[in-house]
């Protein structure tokens, strides 16, 4: 059974930066594709991007351009750099396999685009 740990998120100013963490635990992580996930408040919860097992990406267009999605297999872990934050990012986001697992979600980390 796959477990996940989100991390890194917190409160930026617009146009701010972060960098958001997943770390996985459970065999076979280097062959599962992975995904990035929020969900804003009073809406559902989106993809925003994911990141097959060979490292090939793909992205929700409102991230385009200024999100990337990355892992490092040997330490079990997917990462986001977001930059170039809007308001519209706060969401609390999640990270899961691709496509994702109900059993699987974790408790996301929280960002917060405010000034």
């Known amino acids: 059974q796959v477990q996940l740990v989100e991390s890194g998120g917190g409160l930026v100013q617009p146009g701010g930066s972060l960098r958001l963490s997943c770390a996985a635990s459970?065999?076979?992580?280097?062959?599962?594709?992975m995904g990035w996930y929020r969900q804003a408040p009073g809406k559902q919860r989106q993809l925003v991007a994911f990141?097959?097992?060979?490292?090939?990406?793909t992205y929700a267009e409102s991230v385009k351009g200024r999100f990337t999605i990355s892992r490092d297999n040997a330490k079990n872990t997917v990462y986001l750099q977001m930059n170039s934050l809007k308001r519209e990012d706060t969401a609390v986001y999640y990270c899961?396999?691709?496509?994702?697992?109900?059993?699987?979600w974790g408790q996301g980390t929280q960002a917060t685009v405010s000034s």
């Open positions: 459970g065999s076979m992580f280097s062959i599962r594709a």
């Open positions: 990141i097959t097992s060979g490292g090939a990406t």
């Open positions: 899961n396999l691709y496509p994702p697992i109900p059993a699987v």
